[in-house]
């Protein structure tokens, strides 16, 4: 029986070097369960499709932009769809731009609801955005659908939620090109704190909250681009523009 050759100590550590170093040159980050992968040297990642082009069938529904996302209703906008309960992984889709192919044709759509009971790769689109991709009549077309970076007007914004305060702190963000993956504040020790978003999309933090304000944000999309945001003013119930928005593409 063959044997394969015994590396010694040293020998682990340039094979490593080697792989580690080609696998930074690689562009490309994950978009998996809202989490991306930083391609360092000396780090062995996992190759994931950074966009996958996701296929299933599109149904409507009479949206007017609200729903499990919590960013209310948008009668000017209602280019609009929810997700599968399948791949809603807690609102991590939330606000993600996606472009859809369907029989009759092609539309961008923004997510903004959750579709409870449907499975992998379905979209339930309005009734605006359906009619552009397939035949009301029919109900129930194949689709393929992949997230975008649109070219979107204006900067990310923060939106606190009414009811809110310094001891419990709700924080959506909106606006956004690309996916959010994370969203983190400054807290009174000068310290970056992670805040956990919930599945109705907004970033809690609670017991203590974030305090008075004005606080200094910190914004991770899917694809590793990051902005920060320093003297957010807290307003219950109102939102705040930020200064930058996600760059196109990933």
Known sequence: MHKAPELKPWGYFVFVLLLGTLL???PGSGQGAGQ??????LAIKPWVNTNPIHTGIATPYHADGDGSCMFGTSP???MVTA???VEWNDAAWCGAYVHVTGPLGEVNVRIVDMCPGCQAGHLDMSVEAFQLIGSLGEGRVDITWQV??????????????ESSSQWWTAVQVRNH????????????????????RTDYNFFIQYDPGMGPGPYTFRVTDWYGNVLTDSGIVFIEGGTVEGQGQFPQGP
């Open 177 to 196: 090109r690309n996916p959010v993956a994370k969203f983190e504040y400054v807290d009174e020790y000068g310290q970056w704190v992670t805040v956990p």
């Open 36 to 41: 991306h992968f930083a391609w360092l040297p």
């Open 76 to 78: 000017d906008d209602l």
């Open 24 to 26: 930074s040159l690689s």
């Open 83 to 85: 997700l599968n309960e």
């Open 148 to 161: 975008i970076s649109p070219d979107l007007q204006g900067p990310i914004a923060y939106h606190f939620m």
